[in-house]
């Protein structure tokens, strides 16, 4: 079973994204390349080989669901896990957003001390 090492994080705001990179990669040791919106996240994919996609769900442009459905296209992303993170937790858009394939659901504002534990045990949940 391998274990959680990559990360492809897509967020639009820098103060989150600043916090969430220092979470996963001083606190939890992972690798983490931060994608300011879908484009750069869907350029930087493929050279990065990603194990668990971490996506914004309100972004301008192309927002977090649409990004997802973009990177499912992509033969090396078709079934990797993703995890969104979002302010707007009401169960019906839980619901929504992981009827179109994602794990969890992560509320924001997320705690940074437990963000990096919380993705490896959801990981490891999908390679049991």
Do not use: W
């Not at 973009?70 to 990797?80: G, H």
């Not at 969104?84 to 179109?100: D, G, I, N, R």
């Amino acid at each position: 079973m391998s274990e959680l090492q990559r990360v492809l994080y897509v967020e639009d705001e820098p103060d989150i994204q600043a916090v969430a990179k220092l979470a996963l990669e001083v606190v939890g040791g992972l690798t983490v390349q931060v994608c300011s919106n879908g484009d750069e996240a869907l350029a930087k994919a493929t050279d990065f080989a990603a194990d668990l996609l971490l996506l914004d769900v309100m972004m301008p442009g192309m927002d977090g669901p649409t990004t997802l459905g973009k990177l499912r296209e992509l033969a090396a992303y078709a079934d990797t896990p993703a995890v969104f993170m979002t302010a707007k937790v009401q169960p019906s858009e839980v619901a929504h957003l992981k009827s179109l394939g994602a794990l969890e659901v992560i509320a924001k504002p997320f705690d940074p001390m437990s963000l990096a534990t919380t993705l490896k045990q959801l990981y490891a949940s999908t390679q049991a």
